[in-house]
T-cell receptor
Framework: ETGVTQTPRHLVMGMTNKKSLKCEQH?????MYWYKQSAKKPLELMFV???????ENNSVPSRFSPECPNSSHLFLHLHTLQPEDSALYLC?????????????FGPGTRLLVL | TQLLEQSPQFLSIQEGENLTVYCNSS?????LQWYRQEPGEGPVLLVT?????EVKKLKRLTFQFGDARKDSSLHITAAQPGDTGLYLC?????????????FGKGTLLTVNP
């Protein structure tokens, strides 16, 4: 399945580093999402972009900065992260406006903050 | 805040056995989705249920939405090792934006050969 791709698949970074996660969807969708998946916790919605406009920021700390230059690409810029930010970061896309739309997920980026 | 409770959290069974996992909430959802997530991959949608009391079948998987649209179950018949994975339920808020999903913590299923 190559509908939603994410790079890198794995990332190790120090607390003072700056890095970016990239997501690309090839499905022609108009909405993209960032989720955080931690052990023993439900998937947490972080950001939603609808037609390139951010429509949801779920009280995410400012050390996470999303960017959506067009409807096919989504970035998550990371800086001065904490060890508790270590998790699987999932990107998803969907076609908003379609009844009972489905969210398609990428494979995720496994992030470890040291 | 809407919460979805999934049970059991872990399930380890032998090939050929049947199993049921549950997804419960005190909130009403306009629809409920089931996903399966394999190690190193993102969740993949299995089914969406919309109508209270609805039953959907996908080969050996049977999904049911509760009459009040607050709960759901997934039953697997004659489980196979390929069914191993994390099963997630996710509810779309009733009357809210369809794109906002509330996820349960998941049931980690292991089917041993």
């Amino acid at each position: 399945e190559t509908g939603v791709t994410q790079t890198p698949r794995h990332l190790v970074m120090g607390m003072t580093n700056k890095k970016s996660l990239k997501c690309e969807q090839h499905l022609g969708h108009n909405a993209m999402y960032w989720y955080k998946q931690s052990a023993k916790k439900p998937l947490e919605l972080m950001f939603v972009y609808n037609f390139k406009e951010q429509t949801e920021n779920n009280s995410v700390p400012s050390r996470f900065s999303p960017e959506c230059p067009n409807s096919s690409h989504l970035f998550l810029h990371l800086h001065t992260l904490q060890p508790e930010d270590s998790a699987l970061y999932l990107c998803a896309s969907s076609q908003v406006g379609r009844a009972r739309e489905t969210q398609y997920f990428g494979p995720g980026t496994r992030l470890l903050v040291l | 805040t809407q919460l979805l409770e999934q049970s059991p959290q872990f399930l380890s069974i032998q090939e050929g056995e049947n199993l049921t996992v549950y997804c419960n909430s005190s909130s009403v959802f306009s629809s409920l989705q089931w996903y399966r997530q394999e190690p190193g991959e993102g969740p993949v949608l299995l089914v969406t249920v919309v109508t209270g009391g609805e039953v959907k079948k996908l080969k050996r998987l049977t999904f049911q939405f509760g009459d009040a649209r607050k709960d759901s179950s997934l039953h697997i018949t004659a489980a196979q090792p390929g069914d191993t994975g994390l099963y997630l339920c996710a509810g779309a808020a009733s009357g809210g934006s369809n794109y906002k999903l509330t996820f349960g913590k998941g049931t980690l299923l292991t089917v041993n050969p």
